[in-house]
């Protein structure tokens, strides 16, 4: 039985959404990307668990969050996309300065939530447009702070339904990213912050956020820092220094406002974004000899 066959005899007992051919655009910031082969969205822990000891092996699987950091392929994803529910957005207090949160909240509402709760370490992710599973994934931060200075464990489960914990000193963090097994899927994190009065949380939230409104472009279709920074130079100089500011393939275009920040103006492809990263990579390493590594991922097929 193929993977659409078997997944439509799941279908039947399932109370989770189980969509075929789904246009994966809708769910992309870049709003671009063709159609997913299976889009699972599993309303609890015991349907994710089933529906992936029925179908390891039968396909490949992505974890799809809040497509703030994905460049979906024209071609679409030939596989299983999962989505979280809004069940795995709780955020809650597990102590007066622990938050578990769940793996689909975004990040900003628990910075949110940890200002409310008057716990600091959290305010970074206000300027996060992502959630927290895939906050953990590629380590996010921002202004000298990222996840892995307020995480202590992670509950995860893998593609045969099994749940395991992962405690962050179990974890090797990397600048944009982390060791962790592709083949997990996060479920829900905890983290620790420090107690500080609202008014200090307050202040480097709107700090943060006024910077953030200075240097970075809003408003537009874009999937943010398009390459990591490399070691002691700025991506956006790198790019910018080669000569690259104003290129554009299509309606993909680089940001006036921050030469990082690669947009869909309208009416591009995913394949013109793609060039594009490509040609400016290229105009990169000719100028300077860095090879500039991607922060966003591409995924998917090309057309």
């Known amino acids: 039985?193929?993977?659409?066959?078997?997944?439509?005899?799941?279908?039947?007992?399932?109370?989770?959404?189980?969509?075929?051919?789904?246009?994966?655009?809708?769910?992309?910031?870049?709003?671009?990307?063709?159609?997913?082969?299976?889009?699972?969205?599993?309303?609890?822990?015991n349907e994710l668990s089933l529906f992936l000891k029925k179908t390891n092996g039968l396909g490949k699987i992505k974890v799809l969050g809040a497509g703030s950091n994905t460049l979906i392929r024209d071609g679409g994803f030939n596989g299983i996309i999962i989505k979280l529910d809004k069940t795995f957005s709780h955020v809650s207090l597990l102590d007066k300065n622990k938050i578990i949160a769940g793996s689909s909240a975004l990040d900003k509402n628990v910075s949110k939530f940890a200002l409310e709760n008057s716990v600091s370490g959290f305010e970074f992710l206000?300027?996060?447009p992502g959630t927290i599973g895939g906050g953990i994934r590629m380590n996010s931060g921002c202004y000298e702070e990222d996840m892995s200075k307020i995480l202590l464990s992670v509950q995860a489960m893998d593609f045969e339904g099994k749940v395991k914990v992962i405690y962050s000193s179990n974890i090797s963090f990397s600048y944009r990213g982390c060791n962790l097994d592709d083949n997990l899927i996060f479920i829900s994190a905890t983290f620790q912050g420090k107690i500080d009065?609202?008014?200090?949380?307050?202040?480097?939230?709107?700090?943060?956020?006024?910077?953030?409104?200075?240097?970075?472009?809003?408003?537009?279709?874009?999937?943010?820092?398009?390459f990591k920074n490399h070691y002691n130079f700025k991506a956006w100089k790198l790019i910018k220094d080669s000569g690259c500011a104003g290129m554009k393939i299509g309606d993909a275009y680089i940001s006036e406002k921050h030469c990082n920040f690669f947009v869909n103006k309208g009416e591009a492809r995913s394949?013109?974004?793609?060039?594009?990263?490509?040609?400016?990579?290229?105009?990169?390493?000719?100028?300077?000899?860095?090879?500039?590594?991607?922060?966003?991922?591409?995924?998917?097929?090309?057309?």
């Open 1 to 45: 039985m193929n993977l659409v066959s078997e997944i439509k005899e799941i279908k039947k007992k399932f109370s989770s959404k189980i969509l075929f051919d789904e246009k994966l655009s809708k769910y992309s910031w870049f709003n671009l990307g063709g159609p997913a082969k299976i889009i699972f969205k599993p309303k609890n822990l």
């Open 126 to 128: 206000s300027c996060i």
């Open 197 to 226: 009065k609202k008014s200090s949380i307050q202040k480097k939230i709107n700090n943060l956020t006024e910077r953030k409104k200075k240097d970075q472009p809003s408003k537009i279709k874009t999937c943010g820092s398009t």
């Open 271 to 303: 394949e013109d974004l793609e060039k594009l990263i490509q040609q400016v990579k290229k105009k990169v390493f000719d100028k300077t000899g860095i090879d500039l590594e991607l922060e966003l991922q591409i995924i998917g097929e090309k057309s």
